[in-house]
């Protein structure tokens, strides 16, 4: 029996999707599901759902590792393997998409560096392995024998979307704004490496903290290993290049040093770093010359950001009664292969539906849809800036509790004992529609005045409530554990009973009612709005967790309630309430001393 190529594609949609040949033989009411094994063994269906597999767990790691502050160095190997495996499949995928082309196309683009003429040819030879034979090649991170034509292979694993980022490389402020996860990282660190040796021009990073800013020198490692056979070192790394020495530094935006440095700057993710007119200042006095550019991206925040107005050309009008009704390209002018705007910005605006387009088939975007409710998915996905009007919690707050965490003297994360002998409460959070939990660790304060320290957060997968109480457990080794607050819901509760054996004096149930919800969220607001508590600023996700609460009625319309997405954004909603099952150890009248002292006991 012949089938139509939409039966087909439907099927492998739904294959893809993860259902089983079964239920999709219902769906399309097939009468047999031999034809969809036989599908997925004829066009490797298979294969495809492994890589996406492989690319989904790869991508999700890298980004929970990204956040961890003054990582172990356990969590410095992992990662680093980690991005070395992202680079070597991009590797993979572009030399498997040219011999399916039997190289035959061009893929060829204006590479724009300062000058704005050189040129790449993605399609010659590589001749990087011959160049590294060269006799007498001896100096440190030496990449004088590299040309244009070398980036080639790099050029090729690119998206669409990417290389229309490259194409406007002869633009002096590039802002861009993108949705999660489509490799903007990758990108950057590539174009850095590129233009540092085609050019001998130094490449400046500035994150919201120094772990964050470290991501794009273990890219660039990667990328130089990988399609160069290169082993850099150095931080800086420092090439020799065919120009000069070209330094690549990469900075946290509390750096004392940073404002000392001149070169192109690349600004990531400005929406969640705090202070930002002190931070635009800082980039533009590293690229005040001409010949530098500036490169801004970042997902998007909240209307409230500092950086709101940066974005929207509003910055630029301040003070210009002339300016006041200019008009800047449309949001969807933005998204179609980006404009220069009256501020001369080239603006640039991509979307998960445009990264699809753009050739990235590494999610499902229907899934996404399903997965998460419709606010979240238009700020993670599509571009769109959240209204904080309506939430409990206002951005300008939640900056002010968002540090560099490498200013914590007292805590050394890489240490069997991270934190000494000084106490830690932890919070569990089971999710309510999602496999996966969330456990963070917090410092309280000792001494008056001094604030809660969000140490260590951590997301499990899988409803296995052993598995979590094995990790709890390993919490447990490290630190001097006196209280951990346990949501008893669903696999909570399973959670709880172990816990509350294993360590009964220190495990709390918390039951969710109304009254006990309210009792949480007030606790929050009392230590966020009062300045005391704090996370390292590459804590997005903690931040976006906060302004998702809202206030509401309850069904009966009787009394004031919050709630929350409770959706699985890597811990997005579940990180606000694990903390509030910490922090909510101190009376909400914190003025009084608790009044039980077994914890010194110790």
């Known amino acids: ?93 572009m ?131 990988e399609f160069f056979e290169i082993e850099l070192t150095g931080n800086p790394i420092v090439l020799n290049t065919a120009h000069g020495a070209a330094e690549l530094r990469f900075l946290s935006t509390n750096s004392k040093t940073a404002q000392s440095y001149h070169g192109h700057v690349y600004v990531d993710e400005y929406f969640w770093i705090g202070k930002f007119d002190v931070l635009n ?53 933005m998204r179609d292969g980006g404009r220069v705007c009256p501020d001369k910005q080239w603006r640039y605006v991509v979307t998960i539906e445009d990264a699809l387009a753009g050739g990235c088939e590494l999610f499902d975007i229907d899934e996404l849809r399903d997965e998460y409710n419709g606010d979240d998915f238009a700020n993670l996905f599509m571009c769109i800036f959240v209204d904080d009007a309506d939430s409990v919690f206002k951005f300008s ?41 969330t456990l963070v660790v917090v410092a309280p304060g000792e001494k008056k005045g001094e604030k809660f320290r969000v140490l260590e957060k951590h997301y499990w997968r899988g409803m296995n409530f052993s598995h979590h109480v094995a990790e709890i457990q390993k919490i447990y080794a490290k630190y001097r554990v006196t209280y951990i607050g346990v949501d008893t819901t669903g696999i909570g509760a399973g959670v709880f009973d172990s816990i509350s054996t294993l360590y009964p004096r220190e495990a709390t149930a918390i039951h969710y009612s109304v009254g006990s919800k309210t009792r949480l969220v007030l606790k929050m607001i009392d230590v966020i709005e009062g300045g005391r508590i704090e996370w390292d600023a590459g804590h997005k996700d903690i931040a976006m967790s906060c302004l998702s609460i809202r206030r509401t009625v309850t069904d009966s319309g009787g009394a004031i309630t919050f709630k929350a997405s409770r959706d699985n954004v890597t811990g997005h909603a579940d990180v606000f309430f694990a903390i509030a099952h910490a922090v909510i150890n101190e009376p909400l009248n914190y003025e009084h001393k608790r009044t039980s002292s077994w914890a010194m006991q110790h």
């Not at 082309?101 to 704005?116: P, Q």
């Not at 990449?143 to 244009?148: E, K, N, R, Y």
């Not at 999660?180 to 174009?191: S, V, W």
């Not at 540090?403 to 994360?413: G, H, I, L, M, T």
């Open 1 to 93: 029996m012949a089938y139509s190529p939409e039966i087909r594609e439907a099927a492998k949609r739904l294959y893809l999707k993860r259902w089983t040949p079964d239920e999709i033989r219902l769906d399309l009411k097939l009468p047999s599901n031999r034809i969809i094994y036989y599908w997925a063994d004829k066009y490797g269906w298979r294969d495809l759902l492994r890589e996406e597999e492989v690319d989904e767990a790869i991508a999700r790691r890298i980004v929970l590792l990204t956040d961890i502050q003054d990582k172990s160095g356990n969590q410095i190997k992992e990662l680093d393997m980690l991005i070395n495996q992202h680079v070597r499949l991009k590797k993979q995928r």
């Open 95 to 225: 030399e498997a998409e040219r011999s399916a082309l039997n190289e035959g196309n061009s893929f060829g683009s204006t590479n724009a560096n300062k000058g704005g003429n050189s040129k790449i040819n993605p399609t010659a030879d590589n001749n990087v392995g011959e160049g590294n034979k060269r006799k007498g090649r001896k100096k440190k991170n030496d990449v004088s024998h590299l040309t244009a034509d070398d980036f080639g292979p790099w050029y090729a694993s690119l998206f669409e979307y990417q290389k229309k980022m490259h194409e406007n490389l002869h633009q002096r402020i590039r802002n861009i704004l993108k949705s999660r996860q489509i490799g903007a990282t990758y990108y950057f660190a590539g174009e850095a490496f590129e233009q540092a040796v085609l050019t001998g021009d130094p490449q400046i990073f500035l994150s919201a903290s120094r772990s964050q800013a470290e991501v794009f020198r273990s890219y660039i490692i990667a990328i130089a290993h």
């Open 281 to 333: 200042k800082l980039a533009s006095a590293m690229a005040t010359h001409s010949n530098w550019r500036k490169t801004y991206f970042s997902t998007p925040s909240t209307k409230a950001h500092p950086a709101y107005p940066f974005w929207t050309g509003d910055h630029w009008r301040k003070g210009k009664p002339e300016r006041e009704e200019v008009e800047f390209p449309t949001f969807d002018q």
């Open 397 to 437: 707050d939640l900056e002010k509790c968002m540090v560099e965490a490498a200013r914590w003297q007292d805590y050394k994360p890489a240490a069997p004992r991270p934190f000494g002998n000084r106490e830690v409460w932890l919070g569990y959070d089971p999710s309510r529609t999602r496999d996966n939990a």
